[in-house]
């Protein structure tokens, strides 16, 4: 079974660039959520989305959005890069978005902006 | 304001002894507690979790105890392993109706020698 898949592997941008970074969940589950991992901290909660309606929202800016698609999959969509954006963007999945309902990481996303 | 802190950033342990990985937490309404493990270039896996209402879970070599009173919680593994040597994290959440956000410690690199 396939885990997680997350594309592109790495990504490099330039500040005042936008970026759109995608995660394939697990077959059958229906929740997906985005973690910022900034170098030498821990993964930071953006976003969880459920059934396509977003569930949860951490504390980031509004050039941080993301979203839902039918088949479950989502994209996370970053505006007006800063050098501050530069992390690994991990995404989970997970069956349902109850609580306590175990998440499955991707690989994640490098993204490094100049 | 970080509410869950690893305040060991490393650790490094001879193989077969014991590892001792601390976190701390602030927020009181956490009563889920998790720790994952990572992989250069993988995402986190879930290693083992505890719910706050114990205070001791086992699973094989790992076991997850809780101090709520100290807000405290550790995982040993016994016999430490070289395919143990990787990034624990320390992560927490909150019951709710709705959705399973993690809050994540910065991590503890653990190095286990031959």
């Known amino acids: 079974d396939a885990g997680v898949t997350q594309s592109p592997t790495h990504l490099i941008k330039t500040r005042g660039q936008h970026v759109t970074l995608r995660c394939s969940p697990i077959?059958?589950?229906?929740?997906v959520s985005w973690y910022q991992q900034v170098l030498g901290q821990g993964p930071q909660f953006i976003f969880q989305?459920?059934?396509?309606?977003?569930?949860g929202r951490g504390n980031f800016p509004d050039r941080f959005s993301a979203r839902q698609f039918p088949n479950y999959s989502s994209e996370l969509n970053v505006n007006a890069l800063l050098l501050g954006d530069s992390a690994l963007y991990l995404c989970?999945?997970?069956?349902?978005?109850?609580?306590?309902?175990?998440?499955?990481f991707g690989p994640g996303t490098r993204l490094t902006v100049l | 304001d970080q509410q869950v802190k690893q305040n060991s950033p490393s650790l490094s342990v001879q193989e077969g002894r014991i590892s001792i990985l601390n976190c701390d937490y602030t927020?009181?309404?956490?009563?889920?507690f998790l720790w994952y493990k990572k992989y250069p270039a993988e995402g986190p896996t879930f290693l083992i979790s505890?719910?706050?209402?114990?205070d001791k879970n086992e699973d094989g070599r790992f076991t997850v105890f809780l101090n709520k009173s100290a807000k405290h919680l550790s995982l040993h593994i016994v016999p430490s392993q070289p395919g143990d040597s990787a990034v624990y994290f320390c992560?927490?959440?909150?019951?709710?109706?709705?959705?399973?956000?993690?809050?994540f410690g910065g991590g503890t690199r653990v190095l286990v020698k031959p």
């Open positions: 927020n009181s309404m956490f009563d889920y």
């Open positions: 505890i719910s706050s209402i114990k």
């Open positions: 989305y459920y059934e396509k309606e977003e569930r």
């Open positions: 077959s059958g589950h229906k929740s």
């Open positions: 989970a999945s997970s069956l349902v978005s109850a609580s306590r309902d175990e998440q499955f």
């Open positions: 992560a927490a959440s909150v019951f709710q109706a709705a959705g399973n956000k993690l809050t």
